[in-house]
């Protein structure tokens, strides 16, 4: 069975700091693996997704991630904050490219301040 | 061009009743996916959809829970006797799914559903 743990309900960072959340996956598979961001009253949006073409992936809005096979982690990064990027952030996996169901985390809260 | 839509945005409902909640896919999605988003569950897949295929029921929490789509598009999920732990989020996705690539799953806004 599949399953995302992401570390921290809650993270809170500075405006113009370093954004880290963090994501460790479980999977018998070689697995797919997604970022999406969920705004305030909105659906999720797709941020950025790893599909084994390589380990450095690259999203919208500045973020990026990093699969690292031997941690079993897929850690979303972006090098500085802005107060737009507050918002809820969910990592997730699926066994068939995305041809399946989503497993997702339980969700990491941004907060950003000045 | 349009997302997908869902309708309606809330839904405020007396337990015991049954409520339908609706997705409108992007044009041309062939696969279609229903999740739930509580406080106490998070993100819960509950069933998919692809083409003429039987659809993938296996996160249904239970046989209140039913879902069709019609003529490949539109799909809605009825929950029948509607319990106050049905209280959540329903979210609707849709994807195009290519071969030899992989699907991006893209959201509607949800139907937030009270059941008083």
């Known amino acids: 069975a599949q399953s995302v743990t992401q570390l921290g309900s809650h993270v809170s960072v500075s405006e113009g700091a370093l954004v880290l959340l963090r994501c460790n996956y479980s999977s018998s598979v070689p697995p797919y693996l997604f970022w999406y961001v969920q705004y305030p009253n909105q659906g999720l949006q797709l941020l950025l997704k790893?599909?084994?073409?390589?380990?450095l992936v690259k999203g919208i809005n500045g973020f990026e991630a990093e699969f690292k096979k031997s941690e079993t982690s897929f850690h979303l990064t972006k090098p500085s904050a802005h107060m737009s990027d507050a918002a809820e952030y969910f990592c997730a996996v699926s066994d068939l490219g995305g041809y399946n169901k989503l497993i997702f985390g339980a969700g990491t809260r941004l907060a950003v301040h000045p | 061009g349009a997302g997908v839509s869902q309708s309606p945005s809330n839904k405020v409902t007396e337990k015991g009743k049954d409520v339908e909640l609706r997705c409108d896919p992007i044009s041309g999605h062939t696969a279609l996916y229903w999740y739930r988003q509580s406080l106490g569950q998070g993100l819960e897949f509950l069933i998919y959809f692809q083409g003429n295929s039987a659809p993938d029921k296996s996160g249904l929490p239970s046989d209140r829970f039913s879902a069709e789509r019609t003529g490949g598009s539109v799909s809605t999920l009825t929950i029948q006797r509607t319990q106050q732990e049905d209280s959540a989020v329903y979210l609707c996705?849709?994807?195009?799914?290519?071969?030899?690539?992989?699907?991006?799953?893209?959201f509607g806004p949800g139907t937030r559903l009270t059941v008083l």
């Open positions: 790893y599909t084994s073409a390589a380990t």
């Open positions: 996705a849709s994807s195009y799914r290519r071969t030899g690539g992989t699907d991006t799953q893209y």
